[in-house]
Structures are given as structure tokens and as C-alpha cells.
Antibody, heavy 124, light 113 residues
Framework: QVQLQESGPGLVKPSETLSLTCDVS?????????WGWIRQPPGKGLEWIGS???????YYNPSLKSRVTVSIDKSKNQFSLKLSSVTAADTAVYYC?????????????????WGPGTLVTVSS | DIVMTQSPDSLAVSLGERATINCKSS????????????LAWYQQKPGQPPNLLFY???TRESGVPDRFSGSGSGTDFTLTISSLQAEDVAVYYC?????????FGQGTKVEIK
């Protein structure tokens, strides 16, 4: 059973860069899934941010693409999120998740395992 | 982007009664080539991450009780809880994976009446 755990600062100042890491355990990040980030503002719904394959191929939400970088470190079995120029609107619980990609499919599908989430507050 | 719209936003159901949640996509999420609907359902309990319930609109994830069922095709989908239990209190989300960006419905909150 794959385990995911987010980590990073819980408070980020406006205009700075939010950086989070997701540690994956009990599953090799190189084994064929995409790995994604999803966020949820307090009391609101879910927004997909971006996903990455072990090859480095990425998909980003166009609404955030100019500010987002998702990267992968296979040696550490982890992947990361950077979101630049943050504002209060970026305050949210950030989840990392395994993004299912069946063999033969070009794109990933649904999110079948999630981390517990980490609250990031943007405030001075 | 494919917009996912759920209804109602919230509902209160008595224990043991049926709960029905609807999800409508702004375009069809059905692929004729493989006869599949690219739609998933999640359950999110307070303070927890979402948990996958169904994919392909009606394929139950391992461990999901059979009082939960998913149905629908094309643009209209339904999640049904046949006999609501106290542990089913949660917010439920649909998600399309027909094409990126992957998008979720706004959520439906299910409570006990």
C-alpha cells in the first residue's frame, strides 16, 4: 500500500515561492504512475495543480501554469511542487496523490492514493 | 476545460434512507472507442483527504461498501448510497479524466437528517 506524505513550510509570505515535497513510501516512484498535486482552499473544493511522470513529462493546470513547477527526484523517491508569486488566494491544503496511468494510456486518469495534506497559509 | 457541476450542493438524509448525488459534465466524457466513461467519484470526510470510491463511473474501488453505487453515461452521472450510514457523512466529489486539465465538481455535502 503506497504511502504519501507532504512536507514544507506552513506559512509563506505574499510574492514569495511556495515549496512542498511529497515523500513516497512502499512504492517506487519510477514504476509507472504519474504523481500529482491538488489543492483545496479552506471550506472549498478541489483544484488539480499539476502532475509528473518518472520520465519527467509534466501536465499543468493552465490556470496556474505560469507559476507552477513540478519536479521529481527518483533517487529520493519524492516529487516536489513550486508555486511562485503567491497571494492570499493560494492559501489552501495541498495534497500530493498518485495519479493512475494504465499501461497503454497516454495520459493519467484518477487519483487513487492521497497524502494527508498540508495547510499552507500565505500571509505577511 | 470540462466543467463539472454537482447537485445538490448539500442534502440531509435519514439513517437507512437513500441518498442520490448528481454530476453533470459540460461535454461528454464517454469514449466510444473503448465504451468507457472517464469519470471518478471521491468521498472526503472532515479533516481527511479524498478517498477514491469509483472510476469508469461505476467500477467500485476495493473496500468500498456495496451500498454505494455509481451510474450514468455521457454527461450525466449519479452516485447513490442505498442505505445511509452514520459513517457516510462526508463531502462527495466527481472528477473527469477525459482530458486535461482534470477537473472536479464543487462537491456535495451529505448529512444526517
Amino acid at each position: 500500500q503506497v504511502q504519501l506524505q507532504e512536507s514544507g513550510p506552513g506559512l509563506v509570505k505574499p510574492s514569495e515561492t511556495l515549496s512542498l515535497t511529497c515523500d513516497v513510501s512502499d512504492y517506487s516512484i519510477s514504476s509507472g504512475y504519474y504523481w500529482g498535486w491538488i489543492r483545496q482552499p479552506p471550506g472549498k473544493g478541489l483544484e488539480w495543480i499539476g502532475s509528473i511522470y518518472h520520465s519527467g513529462n509534466t501536465y499543468y493546470n493552465p490556470s496556474l501554469k505560469s507559476r507552477v513547477t513540478v519536479s521529481i527526484d527518483k533517487s529520493k523517491n519524492q516529487f516536489s511542487l513550486k508555486l511562485s508569486s503567491v497571494t492570499a488566494a493560494d492559501t489552501a491544503v495541498y495534497y500530493c496523490a498518485r495519479h493512475e496511468k494504465p499501461s497503454g494510456s497516454l495520459i493519467p486518469y484518477y487519483f487513487d492514493s492521497w497524502g494527508p495534506g498540508t495547510l499552507v497559509t500565505v500571509s505577511s | 476545460d470540462i466543467v463539472m457541476t454537482q447537485s445538490p450542493d448539500s442534502l440531509a438524509v435519514s439513517l437507512g434512507e437513500r441518498a442520490t448525488i448528481n454530476c453533470k459534465s459540460s461535454q461528454s466524457v464517454f469514449y466510444r472507442s473503448n465504451n468507457k466513461n472517464y469519470l471518478a467519484w471521491y468521498q472526503q470526510k472532515p479533516g481527511q483527504p479524498p478517498n477514491l470510491l469509483f472510476y469508469w463511473a461505476s467500477t467500485r474501488e476495493s473496500g468500498v461498501p456495496d451500498r454505494f453505487s455509481g451510474s450514468g453515461s455521457g454527461t450525466d452521472f449519479t452516485l447513490t448510497i442505498s442505505s445511509l450510514q452514520a459513517e457516510d457523512v462526508a463531502v462527495y466529489y466527481c472528477q473527469q479524466y477525459y482530458s486535461p486539465p482534470w477537473t472536479f465538481g464543487q462537491g456535495t455535502k451529505v448529512e444526517i437528517k
